[in-house]
Each structure stands twice: as C-alpha cells, then as structure tokens.
C-alpha cells in the first residue's frame, strides 16, 4: 500500500530469503566465500551456523544461484525433518537421479555411479541441508557416511549442513565425533552491526526502487538497531511497519517514535546488540570465524548522527 507513496517498486523488508537482497557485510562475505570455497576444492563438509534470523537461508539461496551458474547438481533440502527412507528418496529426486528401488543399498549403488560419471566429466554435486539443526544424531550420521563416496584423491560428494547454535552443540556430542571430525570448514553469520544496520536499510530501500531519499531517519535507523539488535528478520519486520505507519500518517520520513511505537506492537525491548555480536561470534571453527569487522567497537555506542557530525537537540 505504501510502494507508490515512498518512490518503490516493490516491497524492500519482506521476509523471504530473496537472495537479490543479500547485504554482504564481511561476515556475509566471508560465509559465502567459505561455501564457495570448500565446493571448488571439494573439501566434503562445510558448515553454515548462526542466530535465527541472521541470514544463512538467504545466504544458500545464493549459494544454489551460483550453483546453477557453475552447472554443479544440487540437492537442497530444507524441511529435514524426514525419515531415512523420505530423506534418501527426497535427495535422489532433487538430483534428478532416477531409481526405482526403495532399498538403501541400491540406492547408494545408484548414488556412487551417478557421482563417478559427474566426476569424470569434471562436475561436481552439492547436497544442502538447511534447518540441520532439526537432524536426528542417526541421520547426522548417515550424511557423513554419504562422504565416504569418494576417489583416492576427492570427495565426491559436497555437503553443506547449515543450521541454528543448537547443531554446534549437537556436533560436539562424543557421539558425532567421526563428524566433527570431518569439518573442514566452519562459516558463521551474526547479528548487524549499527553501521550495517543503516546500510542493509539503505541497500534494500535501493533494491526496491528507492531513488535516494532518506526514508529512514538516523535517530529511526539507531531505534531499530536497538529493538532489533541487529537482526535482519527482526528488522524487516520492524522497517515494514514502520513504512505503514508513515504512511497512515501522510509522512515522507520514518521517525524513531514511529519505531518506538511499533516495537511496542511487537514487544520488542531493546538489546544490548554489542553483547548479542560477540555472542553470535564463536571460537573453535577451522575456519572464518571470530572476524569481527573494524566497525564492531564502535558502531554499536556511537549514534548515527553523532558519526554523521550531526548534534542532537
């Protein structure tokens, strides 16, 4: 309702994981390249993990993209929670293999020829799990045998598991530790920082159409910051209300009262989002992780005004 009033074309804070709308902050950045990385080099396992609403959906969804710009097969599952056989038969189809036979052990015949040829023609095949956090210990295990489908020199098989915190804590059960030991790389995404904030808003409102104009004012960019705390669903959710109730008000600029008065709609109290970005940002992981971005210390206690040079009354 509001598209025509502000200048858009479309809607900037849906929900869906739309990978056109992917702000690459550093962390982001760094996820994908890691993805993309262990795919190229066919390093078996990657995985993706962070706080809800931080991204790792988008950030495969692009990842399926470029998988179809390379031509490399994919599998994506997102709903895992599946049994053995639904989970082996969902995959197979998502290849486009065909096989007829519902037993395990020809279905992993069909699995390995099918890899092999994909391997002598110089291809490669991915399989996505998303939601991974929702997989049973048994079939956390049989993804791993999965990568015994290899040569003497190569995986042939990639696997992507991305998920929520609770899927590190599930690999780090001495139960999974054959799994844990077959991490190779390990990517994280974390809450935005202020300054991203303002740039994810920024970029999205561009994406949609904006030709410019500030829609959101800095003390409303430093409110959403706060109620969201840096997280990009929280913060869609937040920007589009606050985009409607501008709009019921005739107002070309979102006001942090605007803010304020949906945040309260929904709750929302306001988070320390320096303490939730250390939070998001483990330790441990072989790899891209714990890169704080040079902004980390600061944008969280400066006011995007006082950055700006402006002073407030």
Not at 71 to 85: D, G, K, Q, W, Y
């Amino acid at each position: 309702m509001y598209k025509k009033f502000f200048g858009l074309k479309e809607s900037p804070f849906n929900v869906n994981p739309d990978p056109r709308y992917l702000y690459l902050t550093q962390d982001i950045q760094e996820a994908f390249a890691c993805l993309i990385y262990g795919i190229q080099t066919r390093k078996g396992f990657v995985f993706l993990t962070g706080e809800v609403g931080t991204g790792k959906t988008t950030v495969l969804n692009k990842l399926l993209d470029w998988c179809r710009q390379e031509h490399i097969s994919t599998a994506f599952m997102f709903n895992p929670r599946l049994s053995e056989v639904e989970f082996f038969d969902f995959m197979m189809a998502d290849f486009g293999v065909a096989c007829e036979s519902t037993m395990k052990s020809r279905t992993l015949v069909k699995l390995n020829q099918w890899l092999l040829e994909r391997y002598k023609s110089g291809s490669r095949a991915v399989l996505i799990v998303d939601e991974a956090q929702n997989l049973s210990p048994e079939m956390l295990e049989e993804i791993r045998l999965l990568t015994n489908l290899e040569t003497s020199t190569a995986k042939l098989l990639q696997v992507v598991l991305a998920g929520q915190p609770e899927l590190e804590e599930k690999v780090n059960d001495p139960q999974l530790r054959q799994l844990r030991q077959r991490i190779t790389l390990w990517a994280k995404t974390s809450p935005l920082t202020l300054l991203e904030t303002q740039g994810y808003i920024r970029e999205r409102l561009r994406i949609a159409g904006s030709t410019g104009a500030e829609i959101f004012s800095p003390e409303a960019i430093e409110a959403l910051h706060r109620h969201a705390g840096g997280i990009p669903r929280i913060t869609n959710v937040l920007c589009e209300h606050a985009l409607i109730a501008a709009f019921v008000e005739h107002s070309k600029t979102v006001s942090a009262k605007m803010v304020e008065e949906v945040a309260r709609d929904f709750d929302l109290q306001e988070v320390d989002s320096e303490a939730a970005h250390k939070a998001g940002n483990g330790s441990g992981h072989p790899i891209l992780v714990d890169h704080p971005s040079p902004q980390d210390v600061k944008s969280s206690s400066i006011p995007l005004t006082r950055a700006a040079g402006e002073t407030k009354s």
